[in-house]
């Protein structure tokens, strides 16, 4: 018995094939997209080398820290309601009387399985200045009195993009919570009912601390998903003063409309070390989390 | 035995993945081996679906020639198009280029120099801006396309009767002749409505009437602002604050919306958007009418090149040919309604061409009116990223109330954000 592990190289053979597929999509695009960084490159004649002039360009670029400003806002808007209500809806659909749960757990997840490109199209539509059924609700409802043009205004716009983020990701961040949930231990509920515990003080004072780890978890998830915002809030457009340009929408442009490959790729690094911060910082997050616990 | 297995199962594993990446390539090969007749197979990419159509009266004339038509509906076309030309890997005959994107691929080396395979010969007779619109910078034919694609107002007869008092076309457009006289009349038809109607769509149409009018955006390296979009940014703004428009966004769905239930009387739109109308059982037949907008507009068009490095010129030269011919143009303006680009078609049916929409209108003389009178332009790589940075600062303004000179700075901006090498002051 040299080794407990049984190294044979066999197991390389079953992993190779993915790590060949990431060699050849994954990393190839990565290293060709750092060197296109440093060239000027609009798709129809050969990169010309022009050294850091794109990064250069990139710290002055107003419109890049924008939009950089921008994700944020979006993405706080949507994170906050997202897990508050995902929360709430995991605890009451964990208790035990409340009646038809499957069902409401399904519906809920369902506008995760929809593309965000359709929900992007749908926001787009019921929110239309002109024919959207939520200015034709509210005017029959009598609240408002002429259309609200929605898009025109930066923070409803951002507002709507939020949702649309929110609305998609509430149901899955409520079964990861519902799984949290259950496996917290009968006996703790049990025991504090036995004290004569009241309902807000389980869920203030053994419901949420136990969920912390999983709390984290989504909340993790959450930044680097939301750092790349992209498809929905392009259905929906850049917004007055490019209020809802995400940094990967700003990405897109540069590169496929602008046909600026060279700088797109800056961007696209940029974006990079942006999201690599945050999750240092996330990471080192969860580990404090581990050490608590 | 195990170890064996093992091996065998990783080996294919790892061969079903390669594969995967690797196949479909080397469609087109071995297909022109010098033949002087028509024959041998012709790749063509392009978003359109009705090239498919076209490829099949291609072969009807020429039986001994095959045409594959690959279609990539959509956004993404223009990106694998490219992806594909810079590979120079599996790269088709024939690609299709979108007005809005011509420039850039006519300005190339991926596209062939027509003029040299005897294009000149083919456009002698066509519109002057549709011919134009396929050249290069250096004036080289680069690009062809089988149709025009004007614009008129679009009215529901009875609609326009009930407020304009007429569904004459040629009363109407002179009714609307100027942006001043649509003024007037649209702040008469909403007043007279109680706000429900409105005389045009959206301030919008000005930028897709007059846009094609305007002097290029960029002149020598440097952005030009034509004085005139001054005017027309203050026209859309009486447009937009007097109710003149519907305040519906072009092809948004109250827009479309729009067209059939005659909350817009006039739309201004494409000859080719027929089939924004809802004719369900040939319900519209007849119902609809054309007039001439204040100037010739225009909107879209496809183009088709050859790729240079195609080992089947000549073929694909044959298919530019019969594209471009009266032969092929009379067909598609029979069978599709999609406008000819050789004058010589237009004349020739001025008075007999009807369509089912529109009655017995001859429709093809306001077209052929507004096409005559749309500038011929070349393309560049700037002209319509730049129009839609225009098109979203103004727009912004105008529901802003903004002053132009400050939408004209934001503009500058942007242009000078999006395209640094340009000299903008």
Redesign the interface.
């Known amino acids: 018995m040299r080794n407990a592990i049984n190294k044979s190289r066999y197991g390389y053979y079953f992993v190779a094939p993915f790590f060949i597929t990431f060699l050849i999509f994954g990393l190839a695009p990565i290293i060709y997209s750092l060197y296109l960084s440093f060239t000027n490159w609009d798709g129809f004649t050969d990169p010309v080398n022009i050294g850091f002039a794109n990064y250069e360009r990139l710290i002055h670029d107003s419109f890049f820290f924008k939009s950089i400003f921008n994700t944020f806002i979006i993405w706080i808007l949507s994170v906050i309601p997202q897990v508050s209500l995902a929360l709430a809806l995991a605890i009451i659909l964990n208790e035990r009387f409340i009646r038809g749960k499957h069902f409401f757990r399904a519906v809920f997840y369902f506008p995760h399985i929809v593309t965000p490109v359709t929900l992007g199209v749908l926001f787009f539509l019921i929110f239309d200045w002109q024919t959207g059924s939520v200015n034709k609700v509210l005017m029959e409802l009598g609240i408002i009195h002429a259309p609200v043009n929605w898009f025109n205004s930066p923070w409803l716009s951002r507002i709507i993009v939020a949702m649309v983020t929110m609305w998609q990701y509430f149901g899955l961040n409520m079964l990861i919570f519902i799984a949290g949930l259950q496996a917290i231990p009968n006996e703790l509920y049990e025991a504090a009912e036995i004290d004569g515990a009241s309902r807000w003080k389980i869920i203030t004072k053994i419901t949420l601390p136990l969920l912390k780890p999983v709390l984290m978890f989504t909340f993790i998830t959450s930044i680097i998903g939301g750092l790349q915002l992209f498809d929905g809030p392009l259905m929906i457009g850049n917004g007055p003063d490019n209020s809802t340009t995400t940094m990967v929408m700003y990405l897109y442009q540069t590169a496929f409309k602008n046909f600026n490959y060279g700088y797109g790729a800056a961007v696209a690094y940029a974006i990079f070390f942006i999201i690599l911060i945050f999750s240092l910082i996330s990471i080192k997050f969860s580990k404090l989390n581990k050490v608590e616990q | 035995m195990k170890?064996w297995l093992?091996?065998i199962?990783?080996?294919i594993?790892?061969v079903?993945?390669?594969s995967g990446?690797s196949s479909n390539e080397s469609t087109s090969s071995n297909a022109n081996k010098g033949n002087k007749e028509v024959e041998g197979k012709l790749v063509i990419w392009t978003f359109f679906g009705q090239v498919k159509d076209m490829a099949k009266e291609f072969e009807k004339k020429y039986p001994k020639a095959k045409v594959e038509v690959k279609v990539f509906p959509g956004d993404q076309y223009k990106?694998k198009l490219?992806t594909a030309l810079?590979s120079g890997q599996n790269v088709p005959d024939i690609f299709d280029l979108e007005r809005g994107y011509i420039g850039?691929?006519v300005?190339?080396?991926?596209a062939a120099n027509l003029s040299d395979m005897g294009g000149e010969k083919l456009v002698k007779d066509y519109v002057p801006y549709v011919q134009e619109l396929g050249r290069d910078q250096k004036g080289d034919l680069k690009a062809i396309s089988d149709h025009s694609s004007p614009g008129g107002f679009w009215y529901i007869k009875s609609n326009a009767k009930k407020w304009l008092g007429t569904d004459d076309p040629e009363k109407i457009g002179e009714m609307v002749n100027s942006w001043d006289k649509i003024i007037d009349l649209g702040k008469k038809v909403s007043k007279e409505s109680n706000g429900k109607t409105h005389l045009i769509s959206s301030y919008g149409d000005v930028y897709n009437i007059e846009a094609y009018h305007m002097d290029p955006w960029v002149k020598d390296g440097k952005l030009n602002i034509d004085p005139r979009w001054k005017k027309a940014y203050k026209t859309q703004k009486e447009i937009f604050n007097n109710n003149v428009d519907?305040?519906?966004d072009f092809f948004?769905?109250?827009w479309g919306?729009a067209i059939n239930d005659g909350s817009v009387v006039l739309t201004a739109m494409p000859a080719w958007a027929g089939f924004m109308v809802d004719n369900k059982g040939n319900k519209s037949n007849g119902k609809y009418g054309i007039a001439k907008t204040p100037t010739g507009l225009y909107m879209g068009g496809t183009y088709r090149a050859i790729y240079e490095k195609s080992p089947n010129k000549d073929l694909a030269n044959q298919f530019i040919k019969f594209i471009a011919s009266k032969e092929w143009q009379e067909h598609n303006l029979k069978t599709t309604g999609n406008m000819p680009a050789l004058e010589t078609v237009y004349k020739d049916n001025l008075d007999s061409y009807t369509s089912p929409l529109f009655g017995n209108q001859n429709i093809l003389k306001p077209y052929y009116d507004l096409v005559k009178d749309i500038p011929a332009q070349k393309a560049d790589?700037y002209g319509e990223?730049i129009l839609s940075l225009w098109r979203?600062v103004a727009g912004?303004g105008i529901?802003?109330n903004a002053n132009v000179d400050k939408v004209i700075s934001k503009f500058k901006k942007?242009v000078k954000?999006?395209?640094?090498e340009l000299q903008v002051d």
């Open positions: 170890k093992a091996m199962l990783s080996v594993l790892m079903g993945v390669i990446c990106t490219l810079q850039q691929f300005n190339s080396n991926f519907a305040k519906l948004s769905a109250g919306n790589k990223e979203k912004q529901k802003d942007e954000n999006a395209f640094p």
